[in-house]
């Protein structure tokens, strides 16, 4: 499956690359030999945690790098009043009569505890491309919709935001 992301989105995993391979590769490398120095290595809490963390670190080096090499690349368009990536949404739930704000974001910074919702989710393939007062019918599966109200489209940095773990 190719996930599909802005070019904001390959830098900043391109510079958590670059951070893992020259910082953190480099001290986890010596915590490594630190805990070797301890003798041995059958019984070796230490050592077996240092290892561990040292091929988590390896792991994600290896996910981000397999992330930019399948992704496709999505150009951010922002226009004033109309859903797109990186805006946020203020709805309007048509049955239950209440209002609710969501973030349309790429697949790596989804966060559904903070509202924020993927492109490729039911929520967001229905609402891009739509309008402030456009009625949009969103399709969970094939028994179940719902309707909103699009209330404000406004814009979502996602300048500080974490690329999710996996």
């Known amino acids: 499956m190719k996930h599909r992301l802005t070019q904001n989105d390959i830098n900043k995993m391109k510079e958590e690359i670059e951070h893992r391979k020259v910082v953190v590769r480099k ?7 630190e805990a070797r120095a301890h003798g041995d ?3 070796n809490f230490e050592y077996h945690a240092a290892k561990k963390e040292k091929n988590k670190n390896e792991s994600r080096i ?8 399948s992704s496709e690349v999505v150009e ?10 990186n805006t946020s949404v203020e709805l309007f739930f048509l049955d ?7 973030s349309i974001v790429t697949t790596v910074l ?4 903070k509202n924020r919702v993927s492109i490729e989710s039911p929520i967001g393939k229905a609402l891009m491309g739509h309008r402030v007062g456009d009625q949009v019918h969103v399709d969970v599966n094939p028994n179940f919709g719902y309707d909103v109200l699009i209330r404000s ?8 935001l974490q690329i999710n773990e996996y």
Request: hydrophobic content about 30%; overall charge negative; aromatic content about 6%.
């Open 96 to 102: 239950e009569g209440e209002t609710d704000t969501f």
């Open 153 to 160: 489209v406004s814009p979502f940095s996602d300048e500080n």
């Open 110 to 113: 989804v966060d559904t505890m």
């Open 41 to 43: 290595l059958s019984e």
């Open 76 to 85: 951010e368009k922002r226009e004033e009043g109309v859903v797109g990536i």
């Open 27 to 33: 001290e986890l490398l010596e915590h490594v030999k």
């Open 62 to 69: 290896r996910y981000l790098e397999r992330m930019i090499r």
